[in-house]
């Protein structure tokens, strides 16, 4: 399954929201050296109670908008 994700990096508060077009993922870390797409794979991971393993970033790793393969 492909899901698309809008990431909005150094939020406040961390939290997911569905939206339209995908999913809206609110995030502590900034986007410095993949520590944001680590976290969004954490993130992603518990939220949909797989592991980290199965999650991969397809579309979109150096950009906020990006497409996730959850097998």
Known sequence: MKIAVKVIPRAKK???EQTAHGLK???HEPALEGRANEHLIEVLAKHYNV???ALAIVLGEKSRNKVIQIQ
């Open 51 to 53: 592991k980290k393993s």
């Open 14 to 16: 961390e939290r997911i």
């Open 25 to 27: 993922v609110y995030i």
